[in-house]
């Protein structure tokens, strides 16, 4: 009979992690807003909270935060590297980190959705060796369907999003 996976039980090590999928919401600032077409040096943060995390390892909900100063940077490409902190929650009370290198932002689009999606691969910490995604869906305002081509630009996007570890 296999004992029951709890966090002190947890290995550290990729083959040891299960998929993780967390689902909540995250908020980004630009400043200066993002351009459509415009490209300029751009300083953003990102913070997000997943509250709805399965405890499959002893997670029960996890934190995200991002930031970083990005040149040539418009509404269609963001060509920015950073460094992600997750502050893993725990069944118990207590907290693990992993340290993510963000390696490619994507911007697409699903009918009127704008899709955001970061990927990058964990460092050190928890899940390390795995790979982080994490996905913002965006239903634009429908009182400024162009944020990008107004003068201030996009200055922030707040939407559901999903994390996930593979």
């Not at 980004?28 to 943060?45: C, H, I, N, R």
Request: aromatic content about 6%.
């Amino acid at each position: 009979m296999a004992a029951a996976l709890t966090p002190a039980l947890w290995a550290g090590t990729a083959e040891a992690a299960p998929p993780i999928t967390c689902v909540g919401n995250q908020l980004t600032k630009y400043s200066p807003g993002l351009k459509a077409l415009v490209p300029q040096t751009v300083t953003y943060t990102s913070t997000g909270s997943y509250g709805s995390c399965p405890v499959n390892d002893g997670v029960t909900s996890v934190s995200y935060s991002e930031g970083s100063t990005v040149p040539n940077a418009t509404c269609v490409t963001f060509p920015s590297t950073a460094t992600a902190t997750l502050v893993w929650r725990l069944v118990g009370g207590g907290t693990q980190q992993s340290s993510v290198e963000v390696t490619g932002i994507d911007i697409s689009a699903v009918g009127a959705t704008q899709v955001y999606t970061s990927v990058g691969t964990v460092q050190s910490g928890r899940y390390v060796g795995h790979i982080v995604n994490v996905t913002v869906a965006i239903v634009p305002d429908p009182t400024n369907l162009t944020p990008c081509l107004t003068s201030a630009g996009l200055t922030k996007l707040d939407g559901v999003s999903t994390l996930t570890i593979v």
